[in-house]
């Protein structure tokens, strides 16, 4: 019973995330390549709910398949996607799983900063050696902090609405 | 077992973290560039102390650029490209700092004393 559960519940999150991600990347943006990362909901979500591997799972089932239904599989894009992803995922499970006074909105927004600054190190090394990604920054944290804000706020949101249900399917 | 105050809506590192990220903006090292380099198309790359006020043009894919220097500055100050996005950058002056123009094929960057990226 658990198990069909879980299959069940990590399919529909990982739906929900590549629709939102998909969805998402047909936006236009005020500065191109900035997004909501409001996929990021479900990968917290199976973060508290689950753990790392689900997480995991569906973060990299959501950059892969997103990435076909777009069309950009194996460009910059893509590896940029996949490498933000397990970045965040990874800070935001250690974050979690530490005694640090954190609550979903500081994770979800210490997740973003790391998919951000993970993306930049990694494009700054590829395309444009010699250059610190330090000097083009500033703006990318300012808009870090506000989408992860955004995204806990949702994430909370949901947490705590999802809660008691939850509790009956993963324990 | 799970660790309820983890799921309050604030807690006080989410105010530390969000003071921390606003204040990095401010402190990001920022150091004033010594020379200019000007590549185009990747193969032909020129070198320009930033001290100096000047103003030349240079060949890129689509046109001539003309550049100017000026007041420890650089910027692009008119291009063939379509976007005019190197244009719009206008003045850059920290170490670090650079134009692109991708239509063009120009990059101007702005370094230090070493040479490290001249060496490529």
């Known amino acids: 019973m658990q198990s069909l559960n879980r299959i069940a519940f990590l399919s529909v999150f990982t739906a929900a995330s590549i629709t939102i ?27 508290i709910y689950y753990g790392i591997k689900e997480a995991f799972l569906i973060g990299m089932l959501k950059s892969i398949l997103g990435s076909l239904i777009l069309g950009r599989l194996f460009t910059p894009s893509f590896l940029f996607s996949v490498s933000g992803t397990a970045v965040s995922i990874m800070v935001m499970w250690l974050i979690l799983k530490s005694k640090l006074p ?61 809660e008691r249900r939850f509790k009956f399917c993963v324990d | 077992m799970r660790q309820e105050n983890r799921f309050r809506p604030l807690r006080t590192g989410d105010i530390f973290i969000i003071i921390l990220f606003l204040l990095s903006v401010f402190f990001l ?29 240079i060949n890129g894919k689509l046109g001539t650029a003309k550049v100017e220097i000026g007041d420890g500055r650089v910027r692009i100050l008119n291009s063939p490209c379509p976007l005019k996005i190197c244009e ?31 060496t490529e």
């Not at chain 1, 998402?24 to 973060?47: V, W």
């Not at chain 2, 719009?88 to 990226?117: H, L, M, Q």
């Open chain 2, 88 to 118: 719009k950058k206008g003045w850059i002056s920290n170490k670090g700092d650079f134009i692109i123009c991708i239509p063009n094929r120009v990059v101007i960057r702005i370094t230090g004393e070493n040479y490290d990226a001249i």
């Open chain 1, 21 to 47: 991600f998909v969805v998402e990347s047909l936006f236009p943006t005020p500065i191109p390549g900035i997004r909501l990362g409001l996929a990021n909901i479900f990968i917290l979500l199976a973060l």
């Open chain 2, 29 to 57: 090292p920022k150091k004033h560039g010594e020379k200019v380099i000007v590549s185009v198309d990747k193969t032909r790359t020129f070198v320009y102390p930033l001290n100096q006020d000047r103003e030349f043009i």
């Open chain 1, 102 to 162: 954190f609550s979903l909105l500081g994770i979800s927004i210490i997740g973003a900063e790391a998919h951000t600054m993970a993306q930049l190190i990694l494009a700054t090394s590829i395309f444009l050696p010699g250059i610190s990604f330090l000097y083009i920054s500033p703006i990318f944290i300012i808009s870090s902090l506000i989408t992860g804000s955004i995204v806990g706020i949702i994430t909370y949101l949901i947490y705590s609405k999802t």
